[in-house]
């Protein structure tokens, strides 16, 4: 399905920036939290906020029982992830910005992808923090395989090698702040960016929300494909409302093979 205004918006775009919800992903079987059925069906992901997660250790084995269940899943990227580096690698897409934490772009070859809520990939110390939402870890990170192997071995709530404080995901969970670089970092590729290509998103919460403000008031376009309508649809010049996965790979196919 080729949808004409995204396909002329992308290609006369010279410095694309994607900015991925949720729904990137869903073609990829992870579902979003709304989706029937699935991992959020079993896991309420409101239990797994940062001050329970530091308080009992029943939340943190439930914890590694949900990532090791999304892991489990070996999920792909789809074609919509694939579109994604093949406008990067015509050299017009600088960055994508993302909240999810599946690691996909990355799997599926994106070179540069800023992750605004972390990655489920990587495990990291978060000590025995006195301030509630502030990680105040050792420094120790590791791949998120460690702890199912730790797990393997009966350890529930395994903890850090080195000073033996908690281990959680290297993601950003409710009640947790955001990181400063990272918001920086997005901040400035927006900036820079003309056209802010949103996608599988619901842009109803900050800071997703503000991105699409953030692009306007720099002066960029914004193209949003999402399957039902979001907080701003208002502010943009492209609207597709469709599946990604059926309308992102073409228009990418046909804005690439015009200039191309
Ligand atoms: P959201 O749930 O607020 O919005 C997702 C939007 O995508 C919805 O409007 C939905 O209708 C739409 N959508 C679903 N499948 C689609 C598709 N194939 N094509 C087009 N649109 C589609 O998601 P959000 O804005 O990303 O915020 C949810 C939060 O949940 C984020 O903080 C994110 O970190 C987290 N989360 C991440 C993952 C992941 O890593 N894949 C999965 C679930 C939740």
Same mark, same amino acid.
């Given at each position: 399905?080729?949808?004409?205004?995204?396909?002329d918006?992308?290609?006369?775009?010279?410095?694309?920036?994607?900015?991925?919800?949720?729904?990137m992903?869903t073609e990829?079987?992870?579902?979003?939290?709304?989706?029937?059925g699935?991992?959020?069906?079993r896991?309420?992901?409101?239990?797994?906020?940062?001050?329970?997660?530091?308080?009992?250790?029943?939340?943190?084995?439930?914890?590694?029982?949900?990532? &090791?269940?999304f892991?489990? %899943? $070996?999920?792909?990227?789809?074609?919509?992830? /694939?579109a +994604?580096? *093949?406008?990067e690698?015509d050299?017009?897409?600088?960055?994508?910005i993302?909240?999810?934490?599946?690691?996909?772009?990355?799997q599926?070859?994106s070179q540069y992808?800023?992750?605004?809520?972390?990655t489920?990939?990587?495990?990291?110390?978060?000590?025995?923090?006195?301030?509630?939402?502030?990680?105040?870890?050792?420094?120790?990170q590791?791949?998120?395989?460690?702890?199912?192997?730790?797990?393997?071995?009966?350890?529930?709530?395994?903890?850090c090698?080195?000073?033996g404080?908690?281990v959680?995901?290297?993601?950003?969970?409710?009640g947790?702040?955001?990181? &400063?670089?990272?918001?920086e %970092? $997005?901040t400035?590729?927006v900036?820079?960016? /003309?056209? +802010?290509? *949103?996608?599988?998103s619901s842009?109803?919460?900050?800071?997703?929300?503000?991105?699409?403000?953030l692009?306007?008031q720099?002066?960029?376009?914004?193209?949003?494909?999402?399957?039902?309508?979001?907080?701003?649809?208002?502010?943009?010049?492209?609207?597709?409302r469709?599946?990604?996965?059926?309308?992102?790979?073409?228009?990418?196919a046909a804005?690439?093979?015009?200039?191309?």
């Amino acid at each position: 399905m080729v949808d004409e205004s995204l396909v002329d918006a992308l290609r006369t775009a010279s410095r694309v920036v994607a900015f991925s919800g949720a729904g990137m992903s869903t073609e990829s079987g992870v579902p979003d939290f709304r989706s029937p059925g699935g991992i959020w069906t079993r896991y309420d992901p409101r239990e797994f906020t940062f001050d329970r997660y530091v308080d009992s250790a029943d939340v943190r084995a439930r914890s590694w029982q949900m990532r &090791r269940e999304f892991f489990d %899943a $070996a999920p792909q990227p789809n074609p919509a992830h /694939d579109a +994604l580096v *093949t406008l990067e690698r015509d050299g017009r897409l600088a960055g994508v910005i993302t909240q999810n934490i599946d690691g996909l772009h990355q799997q599926a070859g994106s070179q540069y992808v800023v992750e605004l809520h972390g990655t489920a990939r990587d495990v990291q110390c978060i000590g025995w923090p006195s301030r509630p939402g502030e990680p105040a870890g050792c420094g120790w990170q590791g791949k998120t395989e460690w702890a199912f192997d730790q797990v393997d071995l009966g350890v529930d709530d395994p903890t850090c090698p080195v000073c033996g404080g908690l281990v959680k995901s290297a993601t950003i969970s409710f009640g947790q702040m955001l990181d &400063r670089s990272v918001m920086e %970092a $997005a901040t400035e590729l927006v900036e820079e960016s /003309d056209l +802010l290509l *949103t996608v599988g998103s619901s842009l109803q919460v900050y800071p997703a929300a503000g991105l699409p403000e953030l692009a306007v008031q720099a002066g960029s376009r914004v193209a949003i494909i999402n399957d039902e309508p979001t907080g701003m649809d208002h502010l943009a010049d492209v609207v597709v409302r469709a599946r990604a996965a059926e309308v992102l790979p073409d228009a990418v196919a046909a804005a690439t093979s015009q200039t191309g």
